[in-house]
């Protein structure tokens, strides 16, 4: 299983559209919804959202590619285009998502350290993120790669206002 972890641009668009709407439903069905779900679905990864973001000089994103099949993603933002802290000190991992099938073969663990690798060629003291409080799975995988609590955010789903735990990790 050779994987391939590589830098995509805009020509992506569709291949990205796919591979977030499957990994986030995947994810989060069972715990959402149908109306949320498809609302988020809808704004987060539309036509216009993702060529935004993909046309962001501040945010990159990587597939995940084994056999030319895209089963991951990653998405990071730094500087202004973070969700949150905008610290030109900080990386922000703001989506690691690996199709259900492949959980279990560490690509989540590779495009983890893709990103940490990136802070640290950028030379930024800390990483951070935000998890969902009941995704006690990715909980534990970033407290496993040495991620501390520090604070919370909402984050809305739809219209469900979920509550996301923000980690960090200092470099």
């Known amino acids: 299983m050779d994987l391939v972890i590589r830098k995509i641009s805009i020509d992506h668009l569709y291949q990205l559209q796919k591979i977030g709407k499957t990994t986030f439903a995947e994810t989060f069905t069972k715990h959402n919804t149908k109306e949320d779900l498809n609302k988020y679905l809808e704004e987060s990864f539309s036509n216009e959202k993702l060529s935004s973001e993909l046309n962001n000089p501040y945010s990159s994103f990587y597939f995940a590619e084994i056999e030319d099949n895209v089963v991951g993603y990653l998405k990071i933002n730094f500087g202004a285009s973070q969700t949150e802290l905008k610290d030109n000190e900080a990386l922000e991992i703001e989506r ?28 930024v003291n800390y ?12 909980i534990q995988f970033y407290k496993k790669n040495g991620f501390v ?6 984050f809305k789903l739809g219209n469900d206002e979920q509550t996301d735990i923000m980690m960090k990790l200092e470099l």
């Open 149 to 154: 609590p520090f604070d919370t955010h909402i």
């Open 96 to 123: 690691i998502y690996v199709l259900q099938a492949y959980h279990g073969k560490k690509l989540g663990q590779a495009l983890y350290e893709k990103a940490i690798s990136i802070a640290k060629e950028m030379k």
């Open 127 to 138: 990483v951070w993120l935000g998890v969902w409080e009941e995704n006690n799975k990715a």
